[in-house]
């Protein structure tokens, strides 16, 4: 299909998919030109492939290893470029997209400068965060999630790819706080919802729990602390509450969580490793 110009492309990076995966795709195919499945499973989750062809946009991009989050969503925004698409939906697996979630967010576009919206979030909806009444039609926000953002393909141009030696976990971060370093914008488009599943999620008054298994304590670990010291001179204070909320994770994970020593160790060693500049996929970290 690379050659056939359409406005807006979706990327989804699989890796082994529960069979309601293929759901949760239906959700936002119809709204978009074409939808680049990259799978970064190992072995590839063929039977689930198999399955894909009953959504007649779609293109199966298998990898045959699990090359990261980032790495998808790059090869997700060439393949869309290639198109000749001006914009990408980056969704996670595990999201759902209301039926006009694309719409809303470009209606939210509209009112803007075009050139200098860099990405368009919708309203995540999870167990810990619901949608209110009062809320206004748009926002800017710092850092939204990855999953349901619409990325403007001609500021990823000049703003440059996504971080793979970052390979999981603040992704997003880093992205939007470079978006926002070159003076692009970052959204909200508060009537375009997304379910969207954070971990097992549990809420404790000012606490919250994501039971997030210990490899993903150690990226978060070891890329939060880098977004921190690339970007702490650019804005110190989102850089101190993420501090603050790096020890309320801990605190969470001492109190309400299960195999603590675990994920603190894998905590720990994160640290380490980004203190030895050893990134990328983990293969047992650098020695301290």
Request: charged share 25%; hydrophobic share 40%.
């Amino acid at each position: 299909m690379n050659g056939v110009s359409c406005q807006t492309a979706a990327v989804v990076v699989l890796y082994h998919p529960l069979p309601e995966v293929m759901e949760n795709i239906r959700t936002f195919a119809h709204q978009v030109e074409m939808v680049y499945v990259v799978d970064n499973s190992l072995p590839p989750a063929r039977d689930f492939a198999a399955r894909l062809w009953e959504v007649r946009n779609l293109i199966y991009l298998p990898q045959g290893e699990n090359l990261g989050v980032a790495c998808a969503l790059n090869i997700g925004a060439e393949q869309a470029m290639k198109a000749g698409c001006d914009f990408l939906l980056t969704m996670d697996q595990d999201s759902q997209a209301a039926p006009d979630m694309v719409e809303q967010m470009m209606a939210c576009l509209a009112l803007h400068d075009q050139d200098k919206v860099g990405m368009i979030a919708p309203f995540h909806v999870t167990k810990a965060d619901r949608p209110y009444a009062g809320m206004a039609a748009f926002e800017d926000v710092m850092t939204p999630m990855t999953s349901g953002c619409l990325l403007n393909l001609t500021v990823f141009r000049k703003a440059g790819p996504f971080r793979e030696e970052l390979f999981i976990d603040f992704i997003d971060n880093e992205y939007c706080l470079r978006l926002r370093k070159a003076c692009f914008k970052v959204l909200r488009a508060n009537r375009a919802i997304l379910k969207h599943n954070v971990g097992n999620i549990r809420k404790y008054g000012p606490f919250i729990a994501t039971n997030h298994p210990p490899l993903r304590r150690y990226y978060k670990t070891r890329n939060r602390f880098l977004v921190n010291r690339l970007y702490r001179r650019d804005f110190p204070c989102h850089c101190l509450f993420d501090r603050v909320r790096l020890l309320k994770e801990i605190v969470s994970i001492i109190l309400f969580e299960r195999e603590k020593a675990a994920k603190l160790s894998m905590m720990w060693r994160g640290y380490l490793d980004y203190r030895h500049d050893c990134f990328g996929k983990y293969e047992g970290g650098s020695q301290p």
